[in-house]
């Protein structure tokens, strides 16, 4: 006897599953997105093409576009970021020790340095702020980097134009802080030294710096900093001849 099950068929009633997204659908900024075109207003076009040159060194974002493109550059980017503020945290803590020791300890050498100088503890007072306040927001940053790996935040991002400067701005102002309580604090020692009665102390402070000023020298040249800045230099000046040739024709 033959099954009655065999002679019916059975309409589940659901639809065909979709195929699976394939690796090119999957990527993240597959298409470039429509805000991040240039303005055809005169001042955000302006405003537009400043915030470019500062953030990525060129003139539009179609360039940040083929970096974030890959499917895991968005989190992977934003990983290496968490990597390298950690130890500028390092570094800033030891900046605030420094700043702190030179405030509140007793000055050695008084008569060959000149501590007392107003604008060198001036100096060491701001580095010590901007050290405490470089910690706070590096912590701040390193608290909420979890959030900004992940796409849903950076698909919110790229809704519109200038969120996406907005968001490499929070991430570079811990570094900004850390440089210029940097700053500061050698501004510092060279006043501390440069002001003294010693000429001995003068000198040993103008080799050291200039020792070191010869090699940071040295350190730029060899980067790809100096290189890509140096290129845009050269384009930005064969743009410039280039129209004063048209225009004289």
């Not at 895991?72 to 700043?99: D, I, K, P």
């Amino acid at each position: 006897m033959s099954n009655p099950s065999r002679n019916i068929r059975i309409d589940s009633g659901y639809a065909q599953s979709p195929p699976l997204p394939t690796d090119q659908e999957k990527s993240f900024f597959n298409k470039f997105p429509d805000k991040w075109e240039t303005p055809k207003s005169f001042i955000p076009r302006h405003i537009f093409k400043l915030c470019c040159l500062i953030f990525t060194w060129r003139s539009d974002l179609h360039w940040l576009h083929d970096v974030l493109k890959e499917e895991n550059q968005w989190e992977e980017l934003h990983r290496q970021y968490q990597v390298q503020l950690n130890q500028v945290s390092t570094v800033q803590a030891l900046v605030l020790t420094t700043a702190a020791v030179f405030i509140s300890s007793k000055p050695p050498l008084v008569d060959d340095v000149n501590y007392g100088s107003q604008a060198s503890y001036a100096c060491l007072a701001e580095s010590l702020v901007f050290s405490l306040f470089g910690l706070l927001f590096q912590l701040k940053v390193s608290a909420s980097g979890f959030l900004f790996q992940q796409r849903s935040a950076a698909e919110l991002i790229i809704e519109r134009r200038w969120r996406i400067f907005w968001h490499l701005l929070g991430l570079t102002v811990p570094i900004i802080v850390f440089i210029i309580s940097v700053v500061l604090l050698l501004i510092a020692i060279v006043l501390t030294g440069f002001t003294s009665q010693s000429k001995a102390v003068q000198l040993y402070l103008s080799i050291t710096f200039a020792f070191l000023g010869a090699c940071h020298l040295v350190s730029i040249l060899g980067s790809p900093f100096y290189h890509h800045l140096s290129n845009l230099c050269v384009s930005v000046a064969r743009a410039t001849s280039g129209i004063r040739r048209a225009g004289e024709s």
